[in-house]
């Protein structure tokens, strides 16, 4: 039995932001902050510079680092791309911070493949579509799948296989553990407790006049690698959305239209298996570099069809092209947002309206049952029987085939 449980954690999350924002900082310190580190890059890491630590603290030690405000509108845009690609690999998705999210994708393995498949692929597709690392453990308890990431630091990846979980878990220092900082570190060194394993060998009662009844057994459940609580998700309901890398890029509108097609199906099928839906529709071009243009028009009414949002989509693209003319497009992404879970509509009159757009009018009613037909079809078949358009291909392949030719 595989272990389900991923922890992904973003490699230095600011500071490889601000890396990827600013190519010429790449490969260079880069300390993220005014008076205070706030993040530091892994050049800087190498010079023991830490957050929270003072920047002239810093700077004494790392001399060569370059100190930069921050974009913190950019780290909230890029994670909650980071967080799309996770929503794809499952929908028991628990993020925990701006960077980093536990995930079970124990009930979509017999569709993804196995548990370190889904990470290679979740790896993947944040380097190529964010240009972002990120690390991943993945473990039977979120406890040591948490551990395991941090072990797989920076841009990797770590298994703790079934019946191994304490041979991985025991020769780790005690400061690996939960709930220990520096003073419970320095009691548990008085007591010569240095790793984990020796931590776990000692008897519960030994520990708790320095501990705590409390603290002494959270640790000690720790340490055996007992942690029942299960992933949690759900917890970002703010938006749904999904975006595809180009490799290479396209510059025909017709082709990019397909990648919004594309798109807008993936979306508007997680919205309804999840019985949501909602009324702004945000779509994203990237460009060659870090530059990304954004184009958003909320709706009168909310919607979870896949044909309204491949309309507006098309639109947004189009309005999001105009200043850039005949450039290359490297990555298309949409989202929805504005949920809600209320999918009762409103008949609205003229009933012979033909606006998809308007989800009480008789066209879009009509196109929302032939959704849902389709949507109980692939779930029976498998989603690659029956697609809207062009949108049933392989776009991850067809896509970045066909930019490498061009």
């Known amino acids: ?71 913190f509108d950019r780290y909230l845009e890029l994670s909650d791309q980071v967080m799309a690609i996770l929503d794809d690999a499952t929908p028991i998705v628990e993020q925990i ?31 190529d579509e964010v240009g972002l690392p990120i690390s991943i453990g993945i473990a039977s308890t979120k406890f040591l799948s948490k551990i395991a990431s941090a072990r797989a630091k920076p841009d990797g990846l770590v298994v703790v296989e079934h019946g191994e979980e304490l041979d991985f878990l025991h020769p780790l220092p005690v400061q690996a553990l939960w ?6 570190t320095a009691r548990l060194h008085n007591l010569g407790i240095k790793t984990i394993g020796e931590l776990a060998s000692i008897p519960g009662p030994a520990l708790v006049p320095q501990l705590g009844p409390g603290s002494s057994a959270a ?58 839906a909602g009324s702004t529709l945000t779509v994203r071009v990237r460009f060659p570099g870090p530059r990304s243009v954004t184009r958003s028009h909320t709706l009168r009414s909310h919607t979870g069809s896949t044909a309204a949002l491949a309309n507006l989509g098309a639109v947004l693209l189009d309005r999001a092209l105009t200043d850039n003319p005949g450039e290359t497009v490297t990555l298309i992404g949409i989202s929805v947002s504005n949920l809600t879970t209320d999918r009762n509509i409103q008949l609205e009159f003229p009933l012979d309206d033909e606006d998809v757009l ?15 037909s ?32 061009s």
């Open 374 to 405: 389709v949507d109980e079809v692939r779930e029976k078949y498998g989603k690659a029987l029956l697609s809207f358009g062009t949108a049933g291909r392989d776009l991850n392949d067809d896509f970045r085939k066909l930019a490498e030719r």
């Open 97 to 127: 911070s701006v960077d980093e999210a536990f995930l079970d994708v124990g009930g979509t393995t017999h569709l993804l493949g196995t548990p370190r498949k889904i990470a290679r692929e979740i790896r993947r597709r944040v380097r």
């Open 1 to 71: 039995m595989e272990p389900t449980i991923l922890h992904a954690d973003l490699d230095a999350f600011y500071a490889s932001v601000e890396q990827l924002l600013d190519p010429s900082l790449r490969g260079k310190p880069v300390l993220v902050g005014g008076g205070v580190v706030v993040a530091a890059s892994y050049e800087a890491r190498q010079f023991g510079v830490r957050a929270p630590m003072g920047v002239r603290d810093a700077l004494a030690i790392c001399p060569g680092a370059v100190v930069v405000d921050g974009h």
């Open 358 to 372: 308007r989800s009480g009018s008789l066209e879009a009613i009509k196109r929302s049952r032939l959704e849902d």
């Open 219 to 276: 640790l000690r459940a720790l340490a055996w690698n007992r942690d029942p609580r299960p992933v949690t998700g759900g917890r970002r309901a703010g938006s749904v959305g999904s975006q595809q890398a180009l490799g290479r890029g396209l510059s025909d509108r017709e082709e990019m239209a397909v990648v919004v097609l594309g798109l807008a199906d993936r979306v508007g099928r997680r919205l309804r298996a999840k019985g949501r």
């Open 179 to 184: 709930g220990v900082g520096k003073v419970t």
